[in-house]
């Protein structure tokens, strides 16, 4: 696809926060959750984008992982992944492995719209892949978009596929604590009707939410 990627790309230069952090090894204590290969049609070839999620062992959220291989004739210069409305996507960061690392790595817009990635050197198409990037989020993954963008011969082309991203549905903690919510206003009003009067107090006091 034709560069229209020239406007998301400069719109990156001008919005990305300064604040990168800089290469980090992956935690440890961390679990699979799942993994996706996609392959990204582009001018002049294939390029693939490996989007892995892990559950932190302690509970706090997931971690998403990303690394891109390029098997076309264009030089992979940015990588962009969007960020639904409700999500979040924080602790950007990427694992140095002595590939193509990220002169940027990091979320752009209030509330986050995307996590965009600016390369210090193109993937090219000699087997060359990209850094490890990685971030947290505490909402769970679904599939979600993906930009690439890349020049050859001085011209600018674009693609999008699907990746792991998060959705708006919260870590299993989360949902529990809104479970626990529920439970605790369904019980103050059944406490408060009967002191009211209105008779016994109901066996069932706590309201199951399907």
């Known amino acids: 696809m034709r560069a229209k990627g020239w406007v998301h790309f400069t719109f990156f230069l001008l919005a990305i926060s300064l604040n990168a952090q800089s290469a980090s090894a992956l935690p440890a204590e961390v679990t699979l959750e ?17 989007s892995t999620v892990y559950s932190y062992d ?10 891109i291989s390029n098997e076309s004739a264009l030089g992979l210069s940015f990588f962009s992944v969007g960020i639904v409305p409700g999500s979040d996507a924080f602790n950007c960061t990427f ?6 690392d990220p002169a940027y790595w990091a979320s752009v817009g209030v509330p986050v719209q995307s996590v965009d990635g600016l390369f210090i050197d193109t993937i090219d198409d000699n087997g060359l892949s990209s850094a490890v990037l990685w971030f947290d989020s505490s909402y769970a993954p679904l599939m979600g978009s993906a930009v690439l963008f890349g020049t050859m011969s001085g011209v600018g082309y674009s693609t999008t596929g699907d990746v792991l991203a998060p959705s708006t549905v919260p870590e299993p903690v989360s ?9 605790v206003l369904t019980l103050g009003r059944r406490k408060r009707h009967f002191e009211s009067g209105s008779g016994q107090l109901p066996l069932r006091v706590v309201n199951v939410r399907e």
């Open 175 to 183: 949902i529990l604590l809104l479970g626990f919510g529920g439970a």
């Open 95 to 100: 694992e140095g492995t002595g590939v193509v």
């Open 58 to 67: 302690s509970g706090g959220g997931y971690l998403y992982t990303y690394q």
């Open 34 to 50: 799942d993994q996706h290969i996609e392959i990204f049609n582009i001018d002049g070839g294939t390029a693939t984008v490996e």
